[in-house]
């Protein structure tokens, strides 16, 4: 097969993943901070303090709209999602740890899907 189509399965491969790993960060239990966007109204300091907002329903609806390139697109988002919130919230708190717990196991299910 030509490059051209090579680059075109890769990125087939690469969305199916981030599809497989959309529907389990979303299912992992402590994916409860992260299923829907912040409500910026109702938590004084988050819209001044966190410059890009994502969640994973975000992710999902981009995903729909076909928004990611590739599964490296796909990642940075995500990781958005966990870097937010070390950003405002203590690592001895229930919604820190819950960040760190799914950033370890995304990590963790990427790699191993890649490897
Ligand atoms: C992913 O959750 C966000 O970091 C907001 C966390 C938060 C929301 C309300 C509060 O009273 C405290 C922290």
């Known amino acids: 097969c030509t490059k051209k189509a090579k680059m075109a399965k890769d990125n087939t491969n690469g969305l199916a993943m981030c599809r497989v790993l959309l529907a389990e960060l979303e299912a992992h239990q402590d994916a409860w901070p992260f299923l829907t966007p912040v409500n910026h109204k109702a938590v004084p300091g ?5 410059k890009k907002p994502m969640d994973f329903s975000t992710i999902r ?32 708190s229930e919604i820190g740890r819950a960040g760190h717990n799914m950033r370890r196991f995304f990590d963790e ?7």
């Open 109 to 115: 299910r990427w790699t191993e899907l890649l490897m």
């Open 61 to 92: 609806e981009k995903l729909a709209n076909n928004q990611y390139l590739n599964l490296e697109t796909f990642i940075i988002d995500v990781n958005l999602v966990f870097d937010n919130c070390e950003k405002f919230n203590e690592d001895d």
């Open 46 to 50: 988050y819209r001044k303090v966190i």
